[in-house]
């Protein structure tokens, strides 16, 4: 397969299907005389994300040749690599009525919780799907402990909508002032001076083995500046609360790194738990907001004991979507190293390592257990140690 640019939107072309105000009001208005569906949260999301660009180059949810290509090959019908299903599956009995109302060829309303419209789908197929194909083949699994399996089996719908989107508003978002588009990191980026940016996925607040990756990335001389994209839509239970991991990277990204080379912006996603490929599907992601390259460390995007903890650096060479990955060993405090090492760089045994879990960390602050500076920043820790932060 032929080098892609690294600059280009994935595809070669950033998705705009925003529409400006005027046509928007317009729309909303016709909207509320249309038929009406009220996703789950993971498709309200997924509206946004393909109005604003940041999944093309999608330009609506996908169809069944699509999904059908996607499921079996990890490529959209016209060949290009792409690891997620993106499709609009809603269930309830409310949405079930209006479902077998519909007609090919129909605009339909998607609505908030509050039935406000905020986008409007030109309905072009309806399709019956497998949920246990559909989760095998996503997430490698049909266990229903899975949490993104849970919600295929409880939140999703038996059959699917295609078709393109018309974004008439952006959603009002907890970390809202994080939330930039495709476009505005772009020109951000540009008027930065930014050609190589490096991306950096995560889900919860930074201690200082994410510390240490993001700061050798920035050591790398092509690499022009750091780009900290926190996913903060809807995670699993247990996880940290969005505001908080928004609040413990401002905190570090304010005190110890300098604002010339680091721009924080947050994802309002569902987070997949997809292992090797919701890396890929999340570093293509990134492509859209402009990154170059993509740092990739031990078990990006696992949960549990369903993936191998270094798949997600190995499907980088199975597939090429136009981005180059930095690739990190699993990172640890060394008390005889005195400082971050991996084990390419330590030769000292695991007694001698400070190797801490995000599920330890809770645990700890939890019970209002302090943890050792070496692991975590005094204003993170602070930011933690508040109470109410962890999604019940």
Not at 49 to 75: C, H, K, R, W
């Amino acid at each position: 397969m032929a080098e892609r640019n690294l600059a280009e939107p994935y595809g070669g072309r950033l998705i705009n299907r925003l529409l400006d105000s005027d046509k928007a009001e317009k729309r909303i208005q016709e909207a509320r005389q249309m038929e009406t569906i009220q996703p789950f949260i993971d498709f309200v999301y997924d509206a946004q994300q393909i109005g604003t660009g940041a999944y093309s180059p999608l330009e609506g949810f996908m169809d069944e040749e699509t999904l059908d290509s996607v499921l079996g090959n990890n490529v959209l019908s016209n060949g290009l690599p792409w690891t997620m299903p993106i499709i609009l599956a809603p269930a309830g009995e409310k949405n079930t009525k209006t479902m077998d109302a519909v007609r090919e060829g129909d605009d339909v309303a998607l609505a908030d919780s509050n039935n406000n419209p905020f986008a409007i789908l030109h309905l072009d197929q309806k399709f019956k799907y497998d949920k246990e194909t559909f989760a095998t083949k996503v997430y490698g699994t049909k266990d229903p402990n899975h949490p993104n399996v849970s919600d295929i089996y409880n939140a999703y719908g038996n059959v699917a909508l295609s078709g393109k989107i018309d974004l008439v508003r952006k959603l009002t978002l907890p970390t809202g002032e994080f939330e930039l588009t495709p476009q505005e990191t772009r020109n951000m980026f540009k008027a930065r001076g930014w050609r190589n940016v490096v991306a950096y996925q995560c889900r919860n607040p930074p201690h200082t083995a994410h510390e240490y990756i993001q700061r050798c990335a920035l050591e790398a001389a092509e690499i022009d500046g750091l780009f900290i994209h926190p996913v903060v839509g809807r995670l699993k239970k247990g996880d940290y609360k969005p505001e908080i991991i928004m609040d413990a990277y401002r905190a570090v990204v304010q005190k110890y790194y300098p604002p010339s080379r680091v721009l924080l912006s947050s994802l309002s996603i569902t987070m997949r738990y997809g292992g090797p490929k919701a890396a890929l599907f999340l570093a293509t992601v990134r492509k859209n907001y402009g990154a170059t390259h993509y740092i990739v460390g031990r078990d990006q995007a696992g949960v549990g004991k369903y993936y191998d903890p270094y798949a997600c650096h190995r499907i980088f060479d199975q597939f090429n979507i136009g981005m180059i990955p930095l690739r990190y060993m699993e990172t640890f405090y060394c008390k005889r190293c005195g400082w971050m090492a991996t084990e390419k760089t330590c030769p000292h045994t695991s007694e001698d390592r400070l190797s801490i879990s995000q599920t330890r960390m809770r645990e700890l602050l939890k019970e209002g257990k302090g943890l050792p500076g070496e692991i975590l920043r005094p204003e993170v820790a602070q930011i933690l140690s508040k109470g109410d932060v962890i999604l019940n």
